[in-house]
């Protein structure tokens, strides 16, 4: 048995028809049922001129069929009563051999066959109009939903947004570039010119190879980190406990909202904890979530939770980029929670307060390529401490 990977694509007939022929003539011939994930499996035989045709499914084709994804008992029969036997099917076309040379042609008809390359066409531009569709408002729901790919490649890496939008793009160009395949095999046909049996198809087998490579190499990049981001998540993976933090944080924190004895009230790693991380497009970022209590010399106590998100972008477009898409995406969040806030002057590029979807007051302030979102929610019976106070400092911190 010998396995091979073909060197043109499903809906390229005229060359799977004569890449077949050759290996017959070389002793291989094509197995029954083969094209198992795309790959053919070639049995020994005798060097033989054996004729290869393909037929467009005039269905879609399946193996969840009830006949596998078989033309149909019928269609089988009546074909092998002309001489050419049913082997296989890969993608939406079946494949029939014929190993006597006087037997007919399978398709004597150009316009015949046109007319059944035109209903393959107009199928896969529905499956293909279909998916875009699915993949656009499947974007928009994300969109809506407060998702955002500039905060996802600020906070995972540009790699995977670009994976995530170049895979689909990718599986959309390949449906195009089919349709116009078949666009120009079906005007072939309707002009009369019957198809080429014994085309070249060793020219173009290293770039269809090299691009069917490359993107299972990107699928599998896309997996890897997906995988990855998912992980992280699960096993707190880059997340450091506050107490034993020992780098310079370029803002301030709660022991900067006021003075005295500074008592942390939740030590637990999943919401109590500080991350640093860099990519492509940030020179650094900072997540830090703290919950603590001030005990203030007059017996006071400021007692809540300081959640940081703090990017020192790599340029400051991408600054404007951050903050603006995070004051979109929870805006989108929040929805009716939403409400904005009359924020101070801090003499900074930018500064936006609100109350998020948990009510909670929140604040987006840029500074030249500096972009930091806070929230702050205070607990406890004491007096609690202004928004225009609080966000003044970590105004005042940034660098």
Same mark, same amino acid.
């Given at each position: 048995?010998?396995?091979?990977?073909p060197?043109c694509p499903?809906?390229?007939?005229?060359?799977?028809?004569?890449w077949l022929?050759?290996?017959?003539a070389q002793?291989?011939?094509?197995e029954?049922?083969?094209f198992?994930?795309?790959?053919?499996?070639f049995e020994?035989?005798?060097p033989?001129?054996?004729?290869y045709r393909?037929?467009?499914?005039?269905k879609h084709?399946?193996?969840?069929?009830?006949?596998g994804?078989?033309?149909?008992f019928?269609?089988?029969?009546?074909?092998?009563?002309s001489g050419?036997e049913?082997?296989?099917?890969?993608?939406?076309?079946?494949?029939?051999?014929?190993e006597t040379?006087?037997?007919?042609?399978?398709h004597?008809?150009p316009?015949?066959?046109?007319l059944?390359i035109?209903?393959?066409q107009?199928r896969?531009?529905?499956?293909?109009?279909?998916?875009?569709?699915?993949g656009?408002?499947?974007?928009?729901l994300?969109?809506?939903?407060?998702f955002s790919l500039?905060?996802?490649?600020a906070?995972?890496?540009?790699?995977?947004v670009?994976?995530?939008?170049?895979?689909p793009?990718?599986?959309?160009?390949s449906g195009?570039?089919?349709?116009?395949h078949?666009?120009?095999?079906?005007?072939?046909?309707?002009?009369?010119?019957p198809?080429d049996?014994?085309?070249g198809?060793r020219?173009g087998?290293s770039?269809?190879?090299?691009?069917r490579?490359l993107?299972?190499?990107l699928i599998?990049?896309?997996v890897v980190?997906?995988?990855h981001m998912?992980?992280?998540?699960?096993t707190n993976?880059g997340?450091?406990?506050?107490?034993?933090?020992q780098?310079a944080?370029p803002?301030a924190t709660?022991?900067?909202?006021a003075?005295g004895?500074?008592e942390?009230?939740?030590?637990d790693?999943?919401?109590?904890?500080?991350?640093?991380?860099?990519?492509? /497009? !940030?020179?650094r &970022?900072i997540?830090?979530y703290?919950h603590?209590?001030?005990?203030c010399?007059? =017996?006071?106590? @400021?007692?809540g939770?300081l959640?940081v998100v703090?990017?020192?972008?790599?340029?400051g477009w991408m600054?404007k980029?951050?903050?603006?898409?995070?004051l979109?995406?929870?805006?989108a969040r929040?929805?009716?929670?939403?409400?904005?806030?009359?924020?101070?002057?801090?003499?900074?590029?930018?500064?936006?307060?609100?109350?998020?979807?948990?009510?909670?007051?929140?604040v /987006? !302030?840029?500074? &030249?390529?500096?972009?930091?979102?806070?929230?702050?929610?205070?607990?406890?019976? =004491?007096?609690? @401490?202004p928004?225009a106070?609080?966000a003044?400092?970590?105004?005042?911190?940034?660098?």
């Amino acid at each position: 048995m010998l396995w091979r990977l073909p060197p043109c694509p499903a809906y390229d007939v005229e060359g799977t028809e004569s890449w077949l022929t050759d290996m017959a003539a070389q002793g291989w011939m094509l197995e029954k049922g083969s094209f198992l994930l795309g790959v053919a499996s070639f049995e020994k035989a005798k060097p033989a001129a054996v004729r290869y045709r393909l037929e467009a499914a005039p269905k879609h084709a399946s193996d969840w069929d009830d006949n596998g994804g078989s033309p149909g008992f019928e269609a089988v029969e009546m074909n092998a009563d002309s001489g050419w036997e049913f082997v296989a099917r890969r993608g939406q076309f079946y494949i029939y051999r014929s190993e006597t040379g006087n037997s007919l042609e399978l398709h004597t008809d150009p316009q015949v066959q046109a007319l059944a390359i035109k209903t393959l066409q107009r199928r896969q531009i529905g499956n293909l109009c279909t998916t875009m569709s699915w993949g656009i408002i499947h974007s928009l729901l994300y969109f809506w939903k407060g998702f955002s790919l500039v905060l996802a490649a600020a906070d995972e890496g540009p790699s995977i947004v670009l994976l995530t939008v170049l895979i689909p793009l990718w599986m959309a160009g390949s449906g195009i570039v089919q349709v116009v395949h078949l666009q120009k095999l079906k005007k072939k046909l309707k002009e009369g010119i019957p198809l080429d049996h014994r085309k070249g198809w060793r020219k173009g087998q290293s770039r269809f190879y090299g691009i069917r490579l490359l993107r299972i190499l990107l699928i599998a990049l896309w997996v890897v980190l997906v995988f990855h981001m998912w992980d992280k998540d699960i096993t707190n993976f880059g997340k450091q406990e506050r107490a034993d933090y020992q780098g310079a944080l370029p803002f301030a924190t709660m022991s900067d909202f006021a003075e005295g004895v500074y008592e942390p009230t939740w030590r637990d790693l999943r919401y109590d904890y500080v991350m640093e991380w860099n990519n492509a /497009i !940030l020179n650094r &970022g900072i997540r830090w979530y703290e919950h603590a209590a001030v005990h203030c010399p007059d =017996g006071s106590v @400021l007692q809540g939770g300081l959640h940081v998100v703090y990017y020192d972008a790599a340029s400051g477009w991408m600054a404007k980029a951050l903050a603006f898409e995070y004051l979109r995406a929870e805006r989108a969040r929040a929805r009716e929670n939403y409400e904005p806030l009359k924020c101070p002057d801090f003499g900074l590029d930018e500064a936006v307060a609100y109350r998020n979807e948990f009510h909670f007051p929140c604040v /987006i !302030l840029r500074k &030249g390529n500096i972009v930091l979102h806070a929230m702050f929610f205070q607990t406890g019976s =004491g007096e609690e @401490l202004p928004l225009a106070e609080w966000a003044g400092i970590l105004a005042a911190s940034l660098a």
